[in-house]
């Protein structure tokens, strides 16, 4: 049977049903959106973003939520970009902005040293996710393409929910998994080498 083409024209019947809302700029996104995702997720966070920096602006509180939700079970991952590496120096070059990707990654470090030896909570160096973030919880996601030389709030960003096999929350999902397969656990290597005396506030 054929759906009306009102019907038609206002429910999602294909693989864009997987996307929510679409935001041209991350800082579009309401605050409540990013605290009702990580405060429903129950089996897995995962925060795969090159700085991670504004969620400690947004969510002042956020380690100790994360540290009782790990208590919980939900199984928590930072993937960060290495503050020395040189695909952090070029993307400083390209930004050029005073708060530097390198200091934003250090605060993000300094942040996680408080949930450090937390079971469930983990956290990797990587690179290669400089160009997009990607955001889960549990069946739930926000993605941010990075544009040319914009800070990530100045970039688009997709809300999606999961719905089928292969779609685009898996299709994102599976570039997440990957990423963090490659990635080089923070705390087995001196942190202080890293975080240095930062100040988050």
């Known amino acids: 049977m054929l759906w ?4 038609r024209n206002t429910v999602k019947t294909g693989p864009d049903r997987e996307v929510l809302t679409v935001y041209p700029y991350r800082s579009a996104c309401p605050k409540s959106i990013w605290r009702n995702l990580i405060s429903s997720a129950r ?27 790990a208590e919980q079970g939900c ?15 070029r993307r ?24 450090r030896g937390v079971p469930g909570i983990e956290a990797r160096f990587g690179d290669e996710h400089i160009a997009m973030s990607v955001f ?3 069946s739930e ?16 960003m997709l809300h999606l929910r999961r719905y089928q096999d292969d779609g685009l929350f898996d299709r994102f999902g599976y570039h997440a998994s990957e990423l963090w397969s ?10 202080k080498e890293h975080t240095g005396s930062v100040n988050p506030g």
């Open 92 to 115: 400083e070059e390209v930004e050029d902005v005073p708060l530097t990707v390198s200091t934003r990654i250090r605060i993000t470090l300094s942040e996680i040293e408080q949930v």
């Open 136 to 138: 889960r919880f549990d």
């Open 4 to 7: 009306p083409e009102a019907i």
């Open 43 to 69: 089996n897995e966070i995962v925060f795969a973003g090159y700085t991670n920096y504004f969620l400690w602006l947004e969510h002042p509180n956020l380690a100790k939520v994360l540290r009782r939700k």
């Open 182 to 191: 490659n990635g080089r656990d923070i705390w087995a290597e001196n942190p």
């Open 141 to 156: 996601m926000l993605v941010t393409p990075h544009l040319a030389n914009l800070v990530g709030h100045d970039s688009p």
């Open 75 to 89: 199984k928590i991952r930072f993937l960060i970009g290495d503050p020395d590496s040189e695909v952090t120096r």
